[in-house]
């Protein structure tokens, strides 16, 4: 079976590119063989920083057969009344390559028509290729893209060179004049020039001759073997924080060593060195079993072992300056005590409809004492959280995090704790940007959860009230990290949260003088950022979960406003579905509900029941409902479906709801609607799938 394999070629990419734009090379590459049917065994899909490639292993010599149907005109106007093809049917059947005499008649919905029946052309794998590759690649995606030359192409960086091989034959297509062909390149220092691949199925061992890894879960495997030998040999753990995965695509022949720095540079906080050392040189930092940093840290060279002393001294020297910089600014930043710098947010914009940071704070403040009072804090815990929030964006004028912006909020922890704040409202103010990811846990403290959720929260709220809303492939201002933010917090804190009652104190505090585009009405602003929350819990429910769809959907349709009772309905709900009596017990609590759906709501007036049918479900309604206090909602299932499923049969098989009488029909839908209310505790259960 031949091999297929393309290679494009370009200027180095930034590692961040490569995770979604190898997913979808590999999903566009799937499509792309089926719509050119061509079958395969397997995709694979390589990144280095100077090239994306795709290779089909397994692929099909040729097309599958296709035979394909083309409608043309109505039987009556290709036909003349003396049943010869007219002009009309000699155009179709010359637009399709078949003699007139080849055309069928079909029975349509619209009546008798002319159709055109074509067997494609079975072509070689490499002629079918070769007019699909142009629109796979010009059709990927990436997060910033870029236009070179006259061309009008854009991809994530300048394209210099692409290979297309079906085993030892060459896919021949053009790309804005670029044409493709069987020439590669190599590492660019230890590897000269262009260099010929004879066959798809030396690809990765002609690029190895050339010094390029092109497997990344190779040279991610190099990479860890080879600190982590460095890192046993000098007695120490290695601090990774997702390093190595990026490390992965910044090189094609990785080499490791370690380096030093001075042990002067220690005394800085340890954020500001891993982050210089981690995310600003791409260096992993070193410590020793009790979690303390090492005066050392291993750098990746994308090279061979050749002169590496000359390279390590470049990385010290290097990582040297910035610590100089960075202590610099630690120690001008000290000079300032953190509450010194809360009148200099006046001057910080948050948005420019939305005021400044410093109103930001007032607000997040709000709702900070909001949400204490909803979890009953105590006086001084309340104290302490409207301190963290008067603080906690402060560190945003400080030197340090202006060169190091990943560390706002971290910098404000350790400003306050130097500056004698409670160590409490430190630790809240540097948890409070947490979860910055979906990867990210949630603040560990009270205090941390209730802040970062204020935050978060007047984030969200001020946004969705001037019209700032995500788009399909646009959320400048992360609002869905945001909103998985407030989901996963509510989910962490044990107390019940009204998340909405949050929204409007959050709603409430936005400055007359702010330019904001309001709903008619706030509470729509509110509704919006409701469901905004709502889908963030959905995904978390089905995909984290693993929750069926219509499960979750009935558990949530009840009220998210308390995001942890509204996880517990759809965990009960998924746990209850493998009860033999469950959807039994489902289809008869969907009757009522359904025939009162558009019910207003009443009393039941039990002197008005003309049928024992009617009693008996009273009786039994008041029976449950009095036994269900306190009860859990897999316990209030199971009563419901032990005392009520027999008497609700029993009462739409003898009872009619909707009888001539109007006093009936208003008493029967009242109970009918009281049930749905009880029911409604648990879950709407209309949506389930009866099936």
């Known amino acids: 079976m031949p091999r297929f394999v393309l290679e494009i070629g370009t200027e180095e990419i930034p590692p961040r590119f490569f995770p979604p734009a190898l997913a979808q090379l590999r999903e566009e590459g799937e499509k792309m063989l089926e719509r ?29 057969a296709h035979i394909r149907e083309e409608r043309g005109p109505a039987a009556r106007v290709a036909f003349d009344s003396d049943g010869n093809p007219t002009k009309a049917a000699h155009g179709f059947a010359r637009r399709y390559g078949i003699p007139p005499e080849q055309i069928v008649l079909k029975e349509t919905d619209q009546g008798e028509y002319v159709f ?35 061309g009008k192409v854009r991809f994530g960086r300048p394209i210099r060179w692409l290979l297309a091989l079906v085993d030892d ?26 260099a010929p691949v004879k066959s798809a199925e030396e690809y990765e061992r002609a690029l190895e001759k050339r010094h390029v890894l092109v497997d ?34 910044l090189v094609e022949w990785p080499t490791a060593a370690v380096g030093a720095l001075d042990p002067d540079f220690l005394s800085l906080p ?50 040297r300056a910035k610590l100089i910089d960075a202590r610099f600014f630690y120690e001008q930043d000290l000079k300032r005590p953190l509450a010194d710098r809360v009148d200099d947010l006046k001057g910080v914009v948050f948005q420019e409809r939305l005021g400044t940071i410093y109103e930001k704070v007032g607000r997040v403040r709000a709702v900070a004492a909001a949400a204490a009072d909803q979890v009953g804090l105590s006086a001084e815990d309340t104290q302490a959280l409207d301190r963290a929030a008067l603080l906690c964006k402060a560190d945003l004028t400080t030197e340090v995090v202006l060169e190091l912006s990943a560390l706002q909020g971290i910098m404000g922890g350790v400003y306050s704790e130097e500056s004698g704040e409670n160590p409490a409202v430190a630790r809240a103010i540097g948890e409070h940007y947490r979860p910055r990811s979906a990867a ?64 409007e104190t959050a709603l409430a505090g936005l400055s007359n003088e702010v330019e904001v585009e309001r709903s008619p009405e706030p509470e729509q602003v509110v509704g919006h950022v409701m469901d905004f929350l709502r889908q963030r819990l959905e995904t978390q429910l089905r ?21 942890t009772q509204a996880q517990q309905r759809a965990q009960a709900l998924d746990l209850l579905s493998s009860d033999p009596d469950f959807l039994s017990t489902v289809i008869a609590c969907t009757r009522p509900m359904n025939i009162s759906k558009d019910f207003e709501g009443g009393e039941v007036d039990p002197g008005l029941f003309a049928e024992p049918a009617e009693t008996a479900l009273w009786e039994a309604c008041q029976e449950v409902v009095a036994e269900a206090e306190g009860r859990g909602l897999g316990e209030l299932f ?46 709407d259960f209309s949506l389930i799938v009866q099936a």
């Open 36 to 64: 050119a049917r061509l079958a395969f065994e397997e995709v694979k899909v390589y990144g280095t920083p100077r090239r994306l490639v795709l290779i089909a292993e397994g692929l099909a010599e040729r097309q599958a």
């Open 116 to 150: 055109a029946v074509i067997q494609d052309p079975e072509l070689p794998a490499k002629e079918a290729l070769s007019a699909l590759l142009p629109g796979l690649i010009s059709g990927l995606s990436f997060p910033k893209t870029m236009r070179w030359g006259t």
């Open 169 to 194: 034959r060459v896919v021949e297509f053009d790309l804005e004049g670029l044409p493709s062909g069987r020439q590669t390149r190599g590492h660019p220092v230890l590897s000269e020039g262009m």
């Open 216 to 249: 990344p879960a190779r040279r991610r495997d190099a990479i860890k073997e080879q600190i982590d030998t460095i890192a046993e040999a000098e007695s120490a753990r290695v601090v990774d924080g997702g390093l190595l995965e990026e490390t992965a695509f």
């Open 270 to 319: 340890r954020p500001v060195l891993i982050d210089e050392m981690q995310h600003v040189q791409s260096y992993f930092p070193l410590e020793n079993a009790d979690g303390e940093l090492l005066p050392k840290f291993i750098a990746v060279r994308d090279g061979g072992a050749d002169h590496l002393e000359v390279v390590l001294a470049g990385w010290e020297n290097v990582l």
């Open 440 to 503: 990210d846990a949630i603040p560990e403290t009270k205090l941390g959860r209730l802040l970062a959720l204020a935050d978060k929260i007047d984030t969200l709220t001020a946004l969705f009230a001037v019209g700032i809303t995500p788009t399909g492939s646009a959320d400048p201002f992360g609002l869905r990290r945001e909103a998985a933010g407030v989901v996963a917090i509510a989910l962490g804190i044990e107390d019940r949260l009204s998340i909405s009652r949050l929204l």
């Open 543 to 563: 995909e984290d979960q693993g929750i069926r769809y219509d499960l979750v959907d009935a558990a949530l349709a009840v009220d998210i406003d308390d995001v």
């Open 638 to 683: 199971r009563l419901v479906a032990e005392k009520l499923r027999a008497p609700i049969d029993t009462y739409f098989d003898d009872v009619l709801v909707m009888a001539e009488d109007e006093r009936l029909r208003h008493n029967r839908l009242s109970m009918c609607w009281q049930l749905s209310q009880l029911f409604r505790r648990i879950a």
